[in-house]
Structures are given as C-alpha cells and as structure tokens.
C-alpha cells in the first residue's frame, strides 16, 4: 500500500509504530554503516592495492560514505511510504536549481574529485602559486587547506588550484634545488674560488648526499665575476632556512679564504661645458 508524503506523516503519528521503528534503525544502521566503510576503507587499500595514492583512498571512502548513507534514507522513507518517484522528481528539480545558483560550489566539487583522481597535487605537496609557496595540508571535496612558511593557513576553493598555473616542487620528485648567487671581485683566483664555494655548499645539513653542489661561474658582471651555487636538498618546505644557512656559509668561507665580494662600482664623469656668451 503506497501513500502519498503527507499521508505519511499522518500515518507515522496515527498508524502502526513498528514500521517506524523500523526506518529509524536503517536510518541509523546506515549512518554507522558509512562510517565504519568510511574508516576501513584505508585498511582495505593497504592490503589489497597497496600502491595506491592516500588522496584516492579518501575519494573512494568519501563515495562509500555519501553511497550506503544516502541509499538507507532512501529505504527509510520507503519503509514509512514515502513515494520515491514524486520524492525524487522533486529532488532533480531542486539539485538543477542548485546547481545553476550555487555554479562556483559545484565546480570546485567537480575540480576535488578530479584533484583526487588524477593525483597532480597530493597532501603533503609543497606547490607555488601565485608567487608564493605553499604546502597542502588536505584536500577536500569542495575545498584545498593550505599553510605558507608563515603558518598561515589559507582555504582555496578547489576550482582554484585545477584552472589557474601551479608551480609544483614535489612532482614526481621529493629533490628540490637552493640558489645561491654571488658576485666576486675581478682579479681573484677564479679555480680557488671554486673550490671554496663547492666546499661552503657540502657544509650545509639537510642536502641530497646523493647530488653533489653546483658551482658556475654565470657571466661577466659590471663589478664583479657572478658565481651560482646550487644545492640540492630533500625538503623542499625547508628552503627558506637552507637558502639562509647556504648564504652564511659561503661568506664565512669566502672571508676565510680572503676572497673579496666588491659593491657595485660606478664612474660618474661631471662635465661643465663652458658659458655660451
């Protein structure tokens, strides 16, 4: 026997309790049910697709979640008689109306689920965007938690990282590079200074053991020979703090060595043309 939604109501308060009772606890066994898949649902990877990224796990048990919860309230109403089929018409008409008035939601939530999928940008990434960099705490559906070298943490709708340019440190590689650039004075000895600088570069803790320093010599300055020094380290996040202690290095060094690091120079020639009559 079907109803129609407000004999339903009527029936839940007039009529036979047990079938009530009966939807209250598919509803709940449902809300326990997707959160227990939702939690195990880690587990279940580890074992059987070990390979598989940490941002497609939470995709996976999201869907698993959002999929046995809704399903149970669904046969809940269909337990007290709610009729689905006028229950659901209404529903499409009111996620389109949604969807057309809430446009910016709907595409960051389609922008997360393919962040999730394609695994471009994962937690725990070190990534620049818009000139700064940042490291991705998580990922969610509609939104990205971000934290910048301040501790600032920053919420971006996820349409925001999948549209705009993205400067990533972390692809595919855990190796980041420090850059050290340093002008020294013409006439030193170009084969020492080599050496001093390659040497500063090994000093420094937390670089790849892996990739030895990188010293050039860039070009010809107007004051000076400019060195580049490059160094490759583990944790991109630690940048800032390497690139400082890099720097203090190469001066101590440098200084120890009596290398000379000249200011800029610049002739200026004054001329007073003589008096027109």
């Given at each position: ?28 066994s ?8 939702f939690?195990?649902?880690?587990a ?5 697709f ?8 939470i ?14 309230i ?5 337990i ?5 089929n ?10 389109v ?10 595409r ?37 938690r ?53 040497a ?78």
């Amino acid at each position: 026997m079907e109803y129609s939604n407000v004999e339903s109501l009527l029936w839940m308060i007039t009529g036979d309790w047990h079938y009530a009772a009966l939807a209250l606890v598919v509803f709940v066994s449902g809300l326990v049910a997707s959160q227990v898949l939702f939690r195990q649902s880690s587990a279940f990877f580890d074992r059987f697709f070990p390979r598989s990224s940490k941002s497609m796990r939470i995709l996976v048990g999201r869907i698993l979640r959002i999929g046995v919860f809704g399903t149970s309230i669904l046969v809940a109403l269909e337990i007290i008689g709610v009729d689905l089929n006028s229950l659901l018409a209404v529903g499409t008409v009111v996620l389109v109306g949604l969807g057309l008035a809430l446009q910016e939601i709907t595409r960051s939530i389609a922008a997360g689920i393919l962040l999730l999928m394609e695994r471009q940008i994962e937690p725990g990434d070190v990534i620049v965007f818009e000139d700064e960099a940042w490291r991705v705490i998580h990922i969610h559906l509609r939104t990205a938690r971000l934290e910048n070298h301040l501790g600032e943490m920053m919420v971006m709708p996820n349409y925001l990282l999948a549209s705009r340019p993205v400067r990533h440190r972390t692809h595919k590689t855990r190796c980041h590079q420090i850059v050290c650039e340093i002008g020294i004075a013409y006439g030193s000895d170009v084969q020492q200074t080599f050496e001093v600088l390659a040497a500063a570069a090994a000093t420094i803790p937390g670089r790849d053991m892996d990739a030895s320093p990188r010293v050039l010599l860039r070009e010809f300055g107007a004051s000076s020979l400019d060195f580049v020094v490059r160094v490759a380290i583990n944790d991109p996040w630690q940048a800032p703090e390497m690139t400082s202690a890099l720097n203090v290095a190469i001066l101590d060094a440098l200084k120890d060595a009596q290398i000379a690091v000249p200011y800029p120079q610049l002739d200026v020639h004054h001329h007073n043309p003589e008096k027109m009559p």
